[in-house]
């Protein structure tokens, strides 16, 4: 089993900056893809960002593009989401998913284990 625990989430106004981190542990591989998704109120869940587990190959949402950098430190297990200039539609909850294939994906359906969220308000 792997534990998937998100940090880092908080209020900042708009412009601001967060860095949220992700912690796997148990049987969590450092092959494993990782992503990142969000979730607002009354929306579906959506896919941010990820990253590959054979490479640093990285995937972003097109909304996030240039404002968002997902990394990742092995020795820790630990990937993070830098966000930058945030903008009020970044509010969200956001959740961090592994996939026991090195590979990326932006759908859900295709993570295995997943965080419990950690909470990001965007004020304007």
């Known amino acids: 089993q792997v534990q998937v625990v998100e940090s880092g989430g908080g209020l900042v106004q708009a412009g601001g900056s967060l860095r949220l981190s992700c912690a796997a542990s148990g049987r969590a591989s450092s092959n494993s893809a990782v992503g990142w998704f969000r979730q607002a109120p009354g929306k579906e869940r959506e896919f941010v960002a990820s990253?590959?587990?054979?490479?640093?190959?990285?995937y972003y949402a097109t909304l996030v593009k240039g404002r968002f950098t997902v990394s990742r430190d092995d020795v820790k297990n630990t990937v993070y989401l830098q966000m930058n200039s945030l903008k009020p539609e970044d509010s969200a909850t956001y959740y961090c998913?592994?996939?026991?294939?090195?590979?990326?994906?932006?759908?859900?359906?295709?993570?295995?284990?997943w965080g419990r969220g950690t909470q990001v308000t965007v004020s304007s």
């Open positions: 990253i590959s587990g054979l490479s640093p190959l990285t």
């Open positions: 998913a592994v996939r026991r294939s090195p590979l990326t994906s932006s759908v859900p359906s295709t993570y295995d284990y």
